[in-house]
């Protein structure tokens, strides 16, 4: 996919060196390729990020309508913690008559698991995979749990 796609993008970083997952694929990239900057905020403000990912869709969309393929790369699983279901959900919606298909890749917790060498769980194990919560939000989890046990 990555060879054949005429267009290419992810996560921008502005006046920086590329990104982690523009480095995993550089050598399978093509001079023919145009890369597509796309700008996806930290931020927890819902607006914000709606409005992030509808100016990306709106990006990708016309390469898609001209019958290019667009490449979106993700150093993880597009799967799992990745804008890429967000672009995926604002493309469906936008053009619901074209194809959006997803090729997983290796999530973090399965990467690091096999970097160190050692399984994630064995036998009877159980493995829980939580988002990482802001710090005022961990405040507030904690200043809830004390207000119920008073």
């Not at 480095?23 to 093509?30: H, K, S």
């Not at 469906?92 to 160190?116: K, M, N, Q, Y």
């Amino acid at each position: 996919m990555l060879r054949h796609a005429s267009r290419r993008h992810g996560r921008h970083r502005p006046r920086r060196r590329p990104g982690v997952a523009e480095r995993i694929i550089a050598d399978w990239l093509q001079p023919h390729q145009q890369r597509l900057p796309l700008q996806f905020p930290y931020v927890l403000e819902p607006e914000q990020l709606d409005r992030a990912w509808t100016v990306a869709a709106e990006t990708v969309l016309p390469h898609l309508r001209a019958g290019r393929d667009v490449a979106f790369v993700s150093e993880g699983d597009i799967g799992f913690y990745s804008t890429y279901a967000y672009l995926a959900a604002k493309l469906r919606d936008a053009a619901p008559d074209l194809t959006v298909e997803a090729i997983p890749g290796v999530c973090s917790p399965l990467a690091a698991a096999a970097r160190l060498g050692q399984p994630l769980t064995r036998q009877n194990q159980r493995l829980a995979v939580l988002r990482v919560l802001p710090a005022w939000t961990m405040c507030t989890i904690e200043l809830t749990i004390i207000e119920r046990a008073s």
